[in-house]
């Protein structure tokens, strides 16, 4: 649960391409330790609005404050050092390598040795690769992956890469996890376990986490509360059932699914 202290806020965000709005003025924040949902129909402008916080694209107009510092014009590379992780909608692992190496690259962003260091073999260098694997081989343990670290990523079943890809997100140590469709392509059994997980992990790395989600029953039983957009715009924000019962979000998105 949340102790309703702000870590993210989002404030009049905008984006266009061309004549499109993709995200239309949207404000909200997510407070410390919350399970934070969006949902929305396709194109509602969720994954642009994850690309925005993350770096990759900026903001036509707007403000995203972190902690209570603007975030908004930070490279991807700054805004991870500072504590925001992402996974996404299409699996990015490096299939070449294996397991264990795709999270020990997520912590370089942490190591202050340079490649001189390690060309000269210097026990601080030495030091901070024996950290990084012992974590890698933690967290690949807290995923249920230790027995194939040093698979290849590509051979990966695809509800294995996605707990890859959220193992290797966690290796940055954030204190905000966004989590781009995460139970994409899992039976009902698996998301359940994806469920049970994400709260784990919110309450084990002390995590906020905000997650896009088509699945609304795994949202409404997930998340502390709920943001809906449609068309790029804001049209909902609350807890569970104040967001499932409101004939806006009925009649733009849930419809049947109620």
């Known amino acids: ?69 603007s975030i908004t014009k930070l490279r991807p590379y700054k805004i991870a050092k500072l504590g925001i992780a992402r996974t996404f909608q299409n699996i990015r692992l490096f299939g070449t390598l294996s397991a264990l190496e795709n999270i020990i690259v997520a912590r370089h962003i942490h190591t202050k040795s340079n490649v001189f260091n390690g060309v000269l073999s210097l026990p601080s260098a030495a030091k901070e690769e024996n950290l990084a694997l012992a974590k890698g081989k933690e967290l690949l343990n807290l995923v249920g ?14 509800g294995d890469q996605r707990r890859l890809e959220i193992a290797r997100a966690l290796a940055l140590n954030p204190k905000i996890l966004l989590l781009d469709e995460p139970a994409a392509g899992m039976n009902t059994g698996e ?8 709260r784990q992990i919110s309450q084990q790395f002390n995590l906020t986490i905000v997650l896009i989600e088509h699945h609304v029953p795994l949202v409404m039983g997930l998340c502390d509360r709920i943001a809906v957009l449609n068309f790029g715009k804001l049209i909902a924000l609350g807890n569970p059932c104040v967001v499932k019962t409101d004939p806006v979000v009925i009649e733009a998105y849930l419809g049947a699914e109620t």
């Open 145 to 158: 992956l230790s027995d194939r670290a040093h698979e290849k990523a590509c051979n990966f079943s695809y």
């Open 1 to 69: 649960m949340t102790d309703f202290e702000p870590i993210l806020a989002v404030s009049a965000l905008t984006r266009s391409f061309g004549g499109l709005v993709a995200v239309n003025d949207v404000s909200f924040t997510v407070n410390q330790n919350e399970i934070f949902g969006l949902i929305g129909p396709n194109g509602a402008g969720k994954t642009t609005l994850f690309n925005l916080i993350s770096g990759l694209i900026p903001p036509s107009s707007g403000q995203l404050l972190y902690q209570g510092e």
């Open 191 to 198: 998301k359940q376990s994806l469920s049970l997980f994400i």
